[in-house]
């Protein structure tokens, strides 16, 4: 069946390559240019291509070389418009067709976030970035918009500010002269890029801005290259965050998976209002800000979307209904890779964490359960995004360390994953071609032993299953959750002490904690009923909660603090969490990640409405599209479940 959030006929002729030509206009907010497609006629008698387009000026095409007609079908609201284009004769299968398109994109594009300068670090020039997960690469350009068609691609992007894509640079060099030497934001300069591995449309992206770059020290016997791009006022607190650890993890995962195929893995951290942990766009993974904790302790979001490499850019979901296949896998193997880096116990705490927020999404989907599947069922022109949550990427996991365990343990899982990740590498799958790669290779490397271990696996429960549990009662190491845990019942116990002058604890509580135990912390006092306001109050100040700069720590604060909405505490603390979402808290810096703004928003609104609305009113359009859409529905029309996963990721992710 084909994808349900395409219009396009790709099943009939399909692209393999684009050739992009643009030219970025930050005073229209519009990229112009134009977009090649080579395209390989998949059976006898076609006689039209059609495109996915969203907010697109079409102004003239050509089918090889002559100039063709084309028709704009009527816009859906999730699927966009489709784009046919007539042959004047019928093709036949195996043969080529080459179409040029002629387009402008709009400002209404929901892929598209232009900044003014004031928007940004440094305040003196604007900026441009692109989201093009799930299904927004047609608000970009005309493609055949589903991750069943992948494609390699070139392009040629002029632009008066310094341009990235999510493709290896061929001209000027990155580690050369910044905009090849000319003026920033004066001089046009044409950027040379090519993507010769295929991909999926969504990991067609584009960043343009005042931007520096650092490369990282070379891994020895590596041929990939690894370094950071931010704007100049971020660049050093960005190369000393992740110059440590990101060819270092990368290298770790070779090990674990096979070879990395991309060439170039740089990291980019965005402005504030990207709406993600990190985006695994090929080449070039896109980073919040958030991550510059100051001290390394969120790098390993890194570690997800580098994973992404293997698990999503690699082997890829054919379409939204098998989008867990992407995180469920890449979320598995992250943590994995923290056993490798760090120890079992830290494998399992990564588990033990995101099992807060994957209860979190279930349960915010009871009215629903069909978003709490593995695998959805989309209804055509549904929108993937209502279904956005940790679920794919928690559930997922667990489904896979089950089958670890079921199996055997790793010395007999891990051989399966280079297998699994062999077979399928550039190839876009469904779940069921997993699960009978699965049992075909276990057949052959087990025997009647093995498939009997599978075969005692419910299936249909880890994969259509609905409802707030786990098929299985996951365990998991609790060595690092244990001082966290006691801390947690102590303050719960502390509840019946009504004056906080008498509480027995001290700043010296977490000294020794990690920020991911403190986190802990948090979602585990969050699993008791509400504390009183005036420990609260406490809470936040003792251990700088409520001040924290580490924003998954801060959050989690709020959790607390809004847990109910009619409480002193909620009303306190309301505006405080909110203010510090859009930035308004001496900051200036907007919490655009939605992992953030849309857990706020919704607390927030739970307390006052009234200031949801205000706050949102007055920053709504910092945030990036994508947010400002599923904000809206938080504060102004139903509540939807949010993305709030440690480590992702949200986009990913995490």
């Known amino acids: 069946m084909p994808d ?24 229209l907010q519009e990229i112009a240019g134009s977009a090649t497609h080579t395209l390989l006629v998949k059976e006898d008698g076609v006689k039209e291509v059609t495109f996915d387009t969203a907010d697109l000026l079409v102004e003239k095409i050509e089918v090889d070389g002559s100039t063709a007609s084309f028709s704009i079908g009527e816009k859906h609201v999730v699927m966009g418009s ?34 003014a300068k004031e928007q940004t670090q440094g305040g003196q020039h604007p900026y441009l970035f692109s989201q093009c997960q799930p299904i927004y690469a047609r608000a970009v350009a005309p493609l055949q918009d589903t991750p069943s068609v992948k494609i ?25 002269p910044a905009h090849d030497g000319k003026v920033i ?43 950071v791009w931010a704007e100049p006022e971020l660049i050093e607190a960005s190369f000393w965050e992740f110059s440590e650890d990101t060819a270092r993890f990368l290298a770790k995962e070779e090990e674990i998976v096979g070879p990395y195929r991309f060439g170039v893995y740089d990291l980019l951290v965005l402005p504030p209002s990207f ?79 995101g099992s807060k927020s994957l209860h979190d999404a279930l349960r915010l989907y009871n009215d629903k359960p069909k978003y709490q599947r593995l695998v959805i069922d989309f209804e055509p022109g549904e929108d993937p995004d ?76 880890w994969l259509f299953g609905e409802g707030e549990r786990l098929p299985v009662e996951m365990e998991y190491d609790m060595s690092l959750a244990q001082p966290p845990y006691d801390l947690a019942a102590s303050w719960n116990t502390a509840r019946s002490v009504s004056d906080v002058k008498r509480l027995n604890f001290a700043e010296s509580d977490v000294k020794e904690f990690s920020s991911n135990q403190k986190v802990v912390f948090l979602e585990r006092l969050s699993s008791y009923e509400p504390l009183p306001s005036s420990h609260i109050t406490h809470l936040g100040s003792l251990y700088h909660l409520s001040t924290s700069a580490n924003a998954e720590i801060r959050m989690r604060f709020y959790d607390i603090a809004l847990q109910d909405p009619k409480s002193l505490a909620a009303k306190s603390f309301a505006e405080d969490a909110v203010k510090w979402v859009v930035g308004e808290d001496g900051t200036g810096v ?34 990036h599209p994508i947010a400002r859409k599923l904000i809206d529905k938080v504060v102004i029309h139903t509540l939807l479940p949010t993305h709030s996963s440690q480590g992702v990721q949200d986009l990913a992710p995490v």
């Open 152 to 176: 390699t691609y070139s392009a040629h992007v002029t632009s008066v500010l310094p341009a990235l894509l999510s493709a290896v640079r061929i001209s000027p060099p990155s580690d050369g």
């Open 4 to 27: 349900p959030t395409t219009q396009s006929n790709y099943l009939q002729i399909a692209t393999t390559h684009v050739d992009f030509e643009w030219s970025i206009d930050f005073a």
């Open 386 to 461: 209502d279904a956005y949550s940790t679920v794919p990427y928690e559930k997922g996991a667990n489904f896979l360390l089950h089958i670890e365990r079921k199996l055997g343990g790793l010395d007999i899982f891990l051989p399966y994953v280079r297998d699994y990740v062999n077979t399928f590498m550039g190839k876009s799958i469904t779940t069921d071609q997993w699960k009978s790669h699965l049992f075909s290779y276990f057949e052959a490397h087990g025997g009647k032993e093995k498939i009997s271990s599978l075969n005692e696996i419910d299936w249909n429960a």
């Open 275 to 353: 709406p993600y942990g990190g985006m695994e766009n090929a080449c070039l993974s896109f980073l919040t800000p958030t991550l510059l904790a100051g001290d390394r302790s969120l790098v390993d979001v890194v570690v997800h979307e580098l994973t992404h490499s293997w698990f999503g850019n690699g082997v890829t979901h054919a379409e939204a209904t098998h989008f867990w296949l992407n995180e469920g896998w890449t979320t598995y193997i992250e943590r994995l890779l923290q056993q490798f880096l760090h120890s079992p116990a830290e494998r399992g705490f990564s588990f033990l964490i």
């Open 82 to 115: 489709s784009l046919r284009i007539p042959f004047s004769q019928a093709a036949k299968s195996g043969s080529q067709v080459l179409v040029k398109i002629y387009y402008k994109t709009s400002k209404e594009s929901t892929a598209l976030q232009w900044l």
């Open 185 to 227: 934001g004066k001089d046009l300069v044409t950027y040379t890029y090519n993507q010769p591995v295929p991909i999926p449309s969504y990991l067609i992206a584009i960043a343009s801005g005042n931007l520096s770059y650092r490369p990282f020290a070379p891994i020895e016997g590596k041929s990939w290259k690894s370094g």
């Open 590 to 623: 907007l919490k655009g990640r939605m992992k953030f703004c849309r857990t706020v928003f919704r607390a927030v609104n739970k307390v006052d409405p009234s200031l949801a609305r205000k706050y949102f009113a007055k920053s709504r359009d910092a945030f």
